[in-house]
């Protein structure tokens, strides 16, 4: 029979985590939080439009979901250390415990990111875009070319990624002085919303010419859509425009970004 006056041993892992466990916590709570705080300063400190909406489109997904791990992790150290445990096997029960609801709250931030979050940066994006932008050269805002205005500032190498491969090119047009920006974005940038489960995780998956065009007729593209959540298929036509013979000759070359 145990001597009730004897000391219990204490396993020196649980002392050590007893000593360090909740320093280690607020250290990874401390990362979490300092990853956003400095995503939102870049944000902050980027004035050119154009890089902003670059940055926000590649990387405010995956830093958000980098965060809230580390947040998750940080939480999930920090309640172990609220309750002191004389057995190891015990002290592991509980961190086993701790991780599986860690990953059922991982699996729920995760989804909110991946399928409703881009909602609200797509809104954030498309502002981004289309407000206009400040010519160097008088400080007024610049106008934005329809997409049949801009084909006489875009050469043909641009004008095909733009029909073929979906690349989507935007002109900006001091109207005083001529001066000229080009914008490029990716076509495959974002994804549109699924009809059939309404998120927002229909991309394109591949593209098909169907008929080349020439300069008497034009062509046509095959778009082949698949959502990524629902496995939902969808295919689209688009008309590729006719070749140009001679392209116009320009007195200053726009600036691409």
Not at 122 to 135: A, D, M, N, Q, V
Not at 143 to 148: A, D, M, V, Y
Not at 215 to 232: D, H, N, R, V, W
Request: proline share 4%; aromatic share 12%.
């Amino acid at each position: 029979m145990q001597n009730p006056n004897e000391v219990t041993e204490v396993n020196p892992v649980l002392t050590l985590w007893d000593e360090y466990g909740a320093i280690l916590s607020f250290a990874v709570f401390g990362v979490g939080v300092g990853i956003v705080l400095y995503h939102f300063l870049r944000l902050t400190m980027t004035k050119e439009l154009k890089s902003r909406y670059d940055y926000i489109s590649k990387y405010e997904i995956n830093t958000l979901w980098n965060a809230c791990l580390l947040v998750i992790i940080a939480l999930g150290l920090f309640v172990n250390t609220l309750l002191a445990e004389a057995e190891l096997h015990w002290f592991i029960v509980r961190l086993f415990v701790t991780a599986m609801l860690g990953l059922i709250i991982g699996v729920v931030v995760s989804n909110i990111l991946k399928f409703y979050y881009p909602f609200y940066v797509e809104k954030r994006l498309k502002k981004l875009r289309y407000t206009p932008r400040i010519s160097p050269k008088t400080g007024k805002p610049m106008k934005l070319l329809s997409e049949e205005e801009e084909d006489v500032y875009l050469d043909e190498g641009m004008q095909a990624e733009e029909e073929v491969f979906s690349v989507d090119y935007d002109v900006w047009i001091d109207e005083e002085t001529g001066y000229t920006k080009i914008e490029k974005y990716s076509g495959h940038l974002h994804a549109l919303q699924c009809p059939e489960c309404n998120y927002q995780t229909l991309k394109v998956s591949r593209e098909e010419i169907i008929e080349s065009p020439t300069a008497s007729k034009e062509g046509e593209l095959m778009k082949f859509y698949t959502c990524t959540y629902c496995g939902y298929k969808a295919k689209k036509s688009f008309k590729i425009a006719k070749l140009k013979e001679t392209g116009p000759v320009q007195s200053e070359k726009p600036v691409v970004s």
